[in-house]
Every structure is written in structure tokens, then in C-alpha cells.
């Protein structure tokens, strides 16, 4: 009937999209410090997340660290 149709597409026009994938969410901007001290239950994964990094970029900029490398307490790495 008229009436449901109506009543379905009011519903759909309040239904927000999700992104589905991280190209199309919205990056928020993070002050990202010059250096980093590494703290309990790191990885350079949850430190590239929490700066909007990728972990190759971290990579990058710390010379001797690839994937592999064993983050130690308190040490510093450079995000920029």
C-alpha cells in the first residue's frame, strides 16, 4: 500500500551509510610528537593506530627496525 512504502522509505532516509572500508572513513588529525617513548603492552602497530601511521612509515624513520624488532621499555622512536 501507499501508506507502508511511505513509511519504509522514511525509514531508509534515516538509516546513516557505514563505511565499509578504512579509504572511505573519515581520518581524524593527531598530533603526532617528533619522538615516542615505547610504554607497557606496545607494538608498533597500536603505535602507528594511535597517531594515524602506518607501521612501515614508523619503519622508516627509526634506521635498524624492521617488523621483527623487539620494542624495549621507554625506548624512543621517531614518528617524524
Not at 522514511?10 to 615516542?36: G, H, L
Not at 624513520?61 to 620494542?71: A, C, E, F, S, Y
Amino acid at each position: 500500500t501507499k501508506q507502508s512504502t511511505g513509511a519504509i522509505a522514511s525509514a531508509a532516509a534515516n538509516v546513516k551509510a557505514t563505511p565499509k572500508t578504512s579509504a572511505e572513513r573519515t581520518r581524524v588529525q593527531v598530533d603526532v610528537p617528533d619522538f615516542y617513548a615505547v610504554k607497557s603492552g606496545d607494538s608498533l602497530w597500536i603505535i602507528a593506530r594511535r597517531f594515524d601511521m602506518r607501521v612501515k612509515e614508523i619503519i622508516a624513520l627509526n634506521p635498524g627496525m624492521d617488523r621483527k624488532t623487539v620494542l624495549r621499555l621507554k625506548q624512543k622512536l621517531r614518528l617524524r
